[in-house]
């Protein structure tokens, strides 16, 4: 199937002044920081690929490049080829202009805490309606009439009195489905979530999955679905991305990932998650040591300092992805030499 998104060698850093002391400070060197390293990955239509990896490995900075809305200090090499049936462009060289009219149509974003995204002074469904008549030329009567329909599809009773609401007097779940309204109303091919979940609670996490999946099955939606949250990720994704430090280390179908991992992280990860076959008294598995800082990312392996399984050759260089079964993919010789 061919890929709608394609992100190809995808490097992320930020210019820093060097963290030694300098006596000059006009000539003091500059350093740049990698957050994300030769990431690529792809996404067919209808797809969803789950990006999974702990605080600071990269996921948000992942998204924001997609959507072209890093802060002016990042510089960004790579392709970000989005469109179908060879009509693919290049997200990362795209005129502003183009950019602004794809993103909220084709491609839309939904965020882990929608108090903070959404406008607490203006009615929810103006809000829809806003990302509506900022793409559509149609009428603010046809406006309505989709915000409507906009939530509706996201469930929320009594759509037409509820447009007239504030942020403030929907409940958290509630606002999240605003979001999730506001995403879809124009109908986009990709959608990305961003922790769409981490800030709701297990009930109410549950349901928004629920509606996410719907979603994608009535809309033939295709999703990066980004969370630290394994768990989380199992219930949406057909296949999987674990980042470690700004990189992809095991890119799999959910089978491959959840139930033969190949890379010692994914391993750690799965160790760690409690699950009704853990024996009780069986403690839960914890990986020793922390992700490395940015200016501290050792040459090889950025897991190597924490990997149980290492051999003095992973200190030496990053080693490749390479695929260890059909559509499997990890980044580690030495479970692939097994
Ligand atoms: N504007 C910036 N300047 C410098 N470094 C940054 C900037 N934005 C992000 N970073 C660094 O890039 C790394 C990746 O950040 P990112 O927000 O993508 O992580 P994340 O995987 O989304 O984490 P979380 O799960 O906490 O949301 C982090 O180490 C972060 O400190
Ligand atoms: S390359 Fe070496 S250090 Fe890295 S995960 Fe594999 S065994 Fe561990
Ligand atoms: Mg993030």
Same mark, same amino acid.
């Given at each position: 199937?061919?890929?709608?998104?394609?992100?190809?060698?995808?490097?992320?850093?930020?210019?820093?002044s060097?963290?030694?002391?300098?006596?000059?400070?006009?000539?003091?060197?500059?350093?740049?920081?990698?957050?994300?390293?030769?990431?690529?990955?792809?996404?067919?239509?209808?797809?969803?690929?789950?990006?999974?990896?702990?605080?600071?490995?990269?996921?948000?900075?992942?998204?924001?490049?997609?959507?072209?809305?890093?802060?002016?200090?990042?510089?960004?090499?790579g392709?970000?080829?989005?469109?179908?049936?060879?009509?693919?462009?290049?997200?990362?060289?795209?005129?502003?202009?183009?950019m602004?009219?794809?993103?909220?149509?084709?491609?839309? =974003?939904?965020?882990?805490?929608?108090?903070?995204?959404?406008?607490?002074? =203006?009615?929810?469904?103006?809000?829809?309606?806003? +990302?509506?008549?900022?793409?559509?030329?149609?009428?603010?009567?046809?406006?309505?009439?989709?915000v409507?329909?906009?939530?509706?599809?996201?469930?929320?009773?009594?759509?037409?009195?509820?447009?007239?609401?504030?942020?403030?007097?929907?409940?958290?779940?509630?606002?999240?489905?605003? =979001?999730?309204?506001? +995403?879809?109303? *124009?109908?986009?091919?990709?959608?990305?979530?961003?922790?769409?979940?981490?800030?709701?609670?297990?009930?109410?996490?549950?349901?928004?999955?629920?509606?996410?999946?719907?979603?994608? +099955?009535?809309?033939?939606?295709a999703?990066?679905?980004?969370?630290?949250?394994?768990?989380v990720?199992?219930?949406?994704a057909?296949?999987?991305?674990? =980042?470690?430090?700004?990189?992809?280390?095991?890119?799999?179908?959910?089978?491959?990932?959840?139930?033969?991992?190949?890379?010692?992280?994914?391993?750690?990860?799965?160790?760690?998650?409690?699950n009704?076959?853990?024996?009780?008294?069986?403690?839960?598995?914890?990986?020793?040591?922390?992700?490395p800082?940015?200016? +501290?990312?050792?040459?090889?392996?950025?897991?190597?300092?924490?990997?149980?399984?290492?051999?003095?050759?992973?200190?030496?260089?990053?080693?490749?992805?390479?695929?260890?079964?059909?559509?499997?993919?990890?980044?580690?010789?030495?479970? *692939?030499?097994?």
């Amino acid at each position: 199937m061919p890929a709608l998104l394609e992100v190809r060698n995808l490097n992320i850093g930020f210019a820093t002044s060097s963290a030694k002391p300098q006596r000059d400070l006009a000539s003091s060197p500059t350093q740049t920081l990698h957050a994300v390293r030769d990431l690529s990955f792809s996404i067919c239509a209808g797809e969803v690929l789950g990006l999974v990896g702990e605080s600071g490995s990269g996921k948000s900075l992942t998204s924001l490049a997609i959507m072209r809305l890093l802060p002016p200090q990042a510089s960004v090499s790579g392709e970000i080829l989005f469109g179908e049936n060879g009509q693919s462009r290049n997200l990362a060289t795209l005129p502003d202009e183009s950019m602004r009219r794809l993103r909220g149509s084709q491609i839309a =974003m939904i965020f882990q805490e929608p108090m903070t995204a959404l406008n607490p002074v =203006m009615r929810v469904g103006d809000q829809i309606a806003e +990302a509506v008549l900022a793409h559509g030329r149609v009428s603010k009567r046809e406006a309505t009439a989709m915000v409507v329909e906009a939530m509706k599809q996201v469930a929320i009773p009594e759509p037409d009195r509820r447009a007239r609401d504030y942020p403030h007097q929907l409940s958290g779940g509630m606002r999240q489905r605003i =979001m999730i309204a506001m +995403a879809i109303v *124009n109908r986009p091919q990709l959608l990305i979530a961003d922790e769409p979940t981490t800030a709701l609670d297990v009930t109410i996490q549950a349901q928004i999955l629920e509606l996410l999946a719907d979603l994608r +099955a009535k809309f033939s939606l295709a999703m990066l679905f980004i969370s630290h949250d394994l768990a989380v990720v199992s219930q949406v994704a057909g296949r999987v991305a674990v =980042m470690y430090a700004g990189n992809i280390v095991e890119l799999g179908s959910k089978r491959d990932i959840f139930e033969v991992p190949a890379h010692p992280y994914t391993r750690g990860l799965l160790e760690a998650v409690p699950n009704l076959k853990t024996a009780r008294p069986k403690p839960l598995g914890t990986i020793d040591g922390t992700v490395p800082p940015l200016h +501290a990312m050792p040459p090889g392996c950025a897991f190597e300092p924490r990997c149980v399984l290492r051999v003095p050759e992973c200190a030496l260089a990053m080693p490749p992805l390479v695929e260890v079964g059909p559509g499997h993919w990890a980044r580690c010789p030495v479970v *692939n030499a097994k």
